[in-house]
């Protein structure tokens, strides 16, 4: 098969070449050419089969191909010799069984025969042809090509020949070379008589010494073939015989197109310049020559191809929903429409979930988009963006999005007009719309329609048609996909955020002894939700726990692990752990949920009362502490291996804090930016932490304005600050007491001194009463070691209970008679808040009483 030149035939007529011999065997003759559909009509008739046949297009396309392509009657069996056949052949009237099993839909192989037929106005016509069945998306089943054979014996013998006269006979293995077929294989390709079947690029016989070089080298020739494809083709040409019908990308495609492109005006055209040309005594050039339109046709489906995959290259160029669909009505106006209008379901604009069902006349419908090529503004007051509205049932666009196939409309007229522009309140449209041809094409995904655009040309423009159709269809294919991508994208996204929303503490500006100020900002490029989190906890003693973590990875299962993580955290921290053995444990429960489980960590402990920081670290980058006096320093902790690795000890610190000092906790995603050192971000933000603010939030205000605007941030960022203001010594009081019931008389005593010398008497009795509660309690179930009783004054007074029983108390829906279980009600009722924690050596029972206004 040779790639080196292009046949010179022109537009509308065949070579027919010898199989054998591989030279011309008539020359240049027309080739009628016929498409059938799968219901057995003529789809395709060109003017070669209008000469050939005797009958005009306009009355053929639609017909049966039965009733214009007589197919009745028997051919001789193929073992007859030649001039048995021909006058077998003269005797018979139509086109043979062969086409008849192929009309039939019974071949799945392509055939060729020989035969006669009589066509009015000519008499008896001698006539080549082949069938090709035809596989693909397309409604079209069969290709059938045919060739006047005495046209052939004419041009052979350079003579006329009459019916079954002298002339040179025509070969088995003629071959019908289409415009952009290459030459035929040489001579040993075929063995005279071996096939009575031809193809328009090849017909091969096995004993083709090139038959593995042409199998590798199709794919070359034909780019949108596969090399498995060209071996099965290359296989079955060799050992089935069977012929092959191909179009390279140069190929006459035997179909005819009209995308809304004037044809008949242009060809018209065409041939008054050739006119002129021949008047004035000049060569007609080649591309005005009248080949029955196949130029413009071919033109108008590479155009057809070109604005589709320039669309598809326009559109979901991100998975922004907004974006999306500004992408999909700007690519349509002005090049294929001038009115875009988008309406999308109510499910997909509020990114829900995917909408069910067939719509009907209480769907709503939101405009999301409108393009158009009229004067600035004569849209936006009649048919605004964001509208919401249903379709009734009479109009063009109810029967779309119920059928979900487009609707064409060549001409609004002035009845449709008035019925569209019923739906519009007090709004006439009717100017905008009436005399444009609209075509209204369904957004689909997965079978459901999601929405539809409608599409409005102006008068003067040539109205849409059935090629645009096809054209609109496939845009709008292509167009949903890209919106259920984004829309799915968007609902997923909403989910992921609502449970990372859920899952993020709310946490008090103020706890004792320090206030509390966070921020968390989503990821801008690899996905918006992620697994950073931070929170603090209340712990015994006035304590508070400080936690920045970071899960790695981003989406629904890492705001998911997230979720998990910070509920270990919580609820271990309640047990009292120290911050090294807390990592220790969370570390161990990663290692049993899977081994897909990283997460790094950071954990610390402010003692107010004390002034420390009890710090332990799981692969977190440092905490920077800013001094009261302005210095900031990163915090040298023992780095650690991430949560979830195994193996590896976790150390903690402690370091002495003054008050007014800040504690500064971020995770990675605030600091490192690809390719950069993240050295860099750290010390931007040790010198943006340290900066003078009026509060805490303008202080995470200030950093996160040093290092948010980074280029090339993608992760998400979890920011904690805590300003330690500590307890002063003079508001902390505490006492021993001995496991002896008498003492529960001096806890009330000690209790009632010391609120009346902070000047705190209101709380006095409240305070008396559940004290001896609590002690009692104490006393009763300890085991030997004294009972510790704190009062704190902070911004609430709190009062706690040490003993050395670990159970916790419970409780108790008690009776009017019941000797057990009134205590803790009695606490419960008078308290702001009360509960119970573990400790390492046993347990704190706590109250908290508001402070009355100064």
Known sequence: MDRGTESDVPPGQAEVRDAVTGDAAAARVPLAVVVVDHDGLVSHWSRGARRLFGTAKEEAIGLPATDLLPVSGALPDQDDDVADRDRAHAAFDGLGPGLETSLGGRLSYPAAGRARLTVAGRGRVDVLWWAYPLVGPGRERLLVLAADADALRRDAAGGTVADGGSGPALRTGTVPAVPAARKAPPAAAVTPGTFERVAPAFALHTDFPGADELARRLPEILPSMSVGESARIVSQVLELGYPVVEFSHSDRVPVTPDWGVPRRAERRARRERAARAVAQGLPVPAELADD???????????????????VSGRIGTSL?????????????????????????????VAGEGFPDGVPDTTTMWHRVALEHTDEPGRWDDVVPVGEAMPFPAHTPFFQCMTSGEPVLVPRIGEEMGHAIASQFDKRDIRPLITHRSMLVVPLKARNVVLGFMILLRHPERAAFDDMDRVTGAELAARAGLVLDNARMYTFQESVAETLQDSMLPHIPARMAGCDIATRYLPGTLLGRVGGDWFDSVKLPGARTALVVGDVMGHGLNSAAMMGQMRTAVQTMAALDLPPAQLLRNLDDLAQRLGDTYLATCLYAVYDPIAGELHLANAGHIPPVLVRADGRSELLGLPTGAPIGVGGVPFEAVRVRVAPGDRLVMCTDGLVEVRGEDIGVGLATLCESAAHPAASMDDACDTIIRALNPREGRKDDVALLMARLNGIAPDDVAEWRLAREPAEVGRARAVVREQLHEWGLPRLADAAELMVSELVTNAVRHGRGRPVELRLIRGDTLLCEVDDD???????????????????????????REWGASRTGGGKTVWFELTLPRR
């Open 320 to 348: 922004d929903l907004a974006r999306t669909i500004e992408e999909v009505s700007r690519a349509v106006v002005p090049r294929f429409t001038d009115v875009a209008g988008t309406y999308l379901r109510e499910q997909v």
């Open 292 to 310: 029955e339109g196949v130029d413009l046709e071919y033109a108008a489906v590479r155009e057809h191809l070109e604005f589709l995959n320039e």
């Open 805 to 831: 029983d670990h159970e916790l108390p419970t409780l108790l829906n008690a009776g009017p008679s019941a000797e057990f279980g009134r205590g803790l009600r009695v606490v419960s009722t008078l308290a």
